[in-house]
């Protein structure tokens, strides 16, 4: 008995699609892609890494949900 093979995709505007796809270091150089197309050509980004911001400790309770995506980014000139 065959089953049809059934396309997935991650939806980027949601936060677990976004951190699936851009927020691991084997995808990094997309995240960079990804955010220099937004950014003026003089602010163009080097490198950058990542930081986390797992909360291992007492969950806290918030009026809503929240999430956090922290990246460090090294921007350069046109010129360089």
């Known amino acids: 008995m065959a089953f049809p093979l059934q396309e997935r995709y991650v939806n980027l505007l949601t936060d677990f699609g976004f951190k699936r796809v851009f927020g691991s270091e084997p995808n ?4 960079v892609d990804f955010l220099n197309t937004l950014l003026p050509a003089h602010h163009q ?3 950058l890494s990542y930081k986390s911001t797992e909360n291992l400790g007492k969950p806290i309770l918030i009026a ?3 999430s956090t995506f922290t990246v460090r980014a090294q921007m350069g000139s046109a010129s360089s």
């Open 28 to 31: 990094k150089q997309l995240l």
């Open 64 to 66: 809503r949900p929240s």
């Open 45 to 47: 980004i080097q490198e």
